[in-house]
């Protein structure tokens, strides 16, 4: 993902995140994040906020499928709600995932959100940050257009996400989590009618 890209998508995340609106197309499970129990997030964050996340599966909320540009993978996590609306969302664009395989040393974006807050901190680029190992194992029903992925990774960043304006910075060491990414089989094409045939 070029520079520009990361800017705009982070921008369209704050605007997502004041709305409250989910930044990936895959609808959540119905009971936390992975409807087989075994989702979670943990992350060290330091800098600007200092937060050591640990959440399991009933308190996260978890989304996923392919980026918008098809170079990878774009995988949405977020916590469990403040009473006063707060919450912290991180998302992930990990560069050259491909749908069910697995990968490693894979450069990655990162978008933190403080909801609530309208607080965004992004990496503005996939060479901060690194996937060390990614895995894939299919999960829900097999047949149908739609195919649902519990997505296993772990990694790191070596450079600091600031917000827009670059005057607060974070650092997430490190990460590691299981979420989903579903997938979508693009509509069948309609034909396209005969010409009507002309009687002489």
């Given at each position: 993902?070029?520079?520009?890209?990361?800017?705009?998508?982070?921008?369209?995340?704050?605007?997502?995140?004041?709305?409250a609106a989910a930044p990936a197309p895959a609808?959540?499970?119905?009971h936390g994040c992975l409807a087989t129990g075994n989702g979670y997030l943990?992350?060290?964050?330091?800098?600007?906020?200092?937060?050591?996340?640990?959440?399991?599966?009933?308190?996260?909320?978890?989304?996923g499928g392919p980026r918008p540009d098809g170079s990878g993978l774009r995988l949405?996590?977020?916590?469990p709600p403040h009473a006063d609306g707060r919450r912290v969302r991180l998302v992930?664009?990990?560069?050259?995932?491909?749908?069910?395989?697995?990968?490693?040393?894979l450069p990655t974006n990162l978008t933190v959100i403080f909801e609530g807050e309208e607080r965004l901190f992004s990496t503005r680029g996939d060479d901060h940050c690194?996937?060390?190992?990614?895995?894939?194992?299919?999960?829900?029903?097999?047949?149908g257009p739609s195919r649902a992925?519990?997505?296993?990774?772990?990694?790191?960043?070596?450079?600091?996400?600031?917000?827009?304006?670059?005057?607060?910075?974070?650092?997430?060491?490190?990460?590691d989590f299981?979420?989903?990414?579903?997938f979508e089989d693009p509509p069948p094409e309609k034909p396209s009618p005969k010409p009507a045939e002309q009687k002489l």
């Open positions: 993902m070029r520079l520009t890209l990361p800017v705009l998508a982070a921008a369209a995340l704050l605007a997502a995140a004041a709305g609808p959540a499970a119905a943990r992350a060290t964050i330091r800098g600007a906020m200092n937060l050591d996340i640990n959440w399991h599966n009933g308190e996260l909320e978890c989304e949405a996590f977020a916590g992930f664009g990990v560069e050259a995932a491909r749908e069910g395989r697995a990968g490693r040393d690194t996937v060390d190992e990614l895995s894939q194992e299919r999960v829900g029903a097999l047949g992925w519990r997505i296993v990774a772990r990694g790191f960043c070596v450079s600091p996400a600031s917000t827009l304006d670059a005057r607060a910075r974070i650092l997430v060491s490190s990460f299981a979420g989903t990414a579903v």
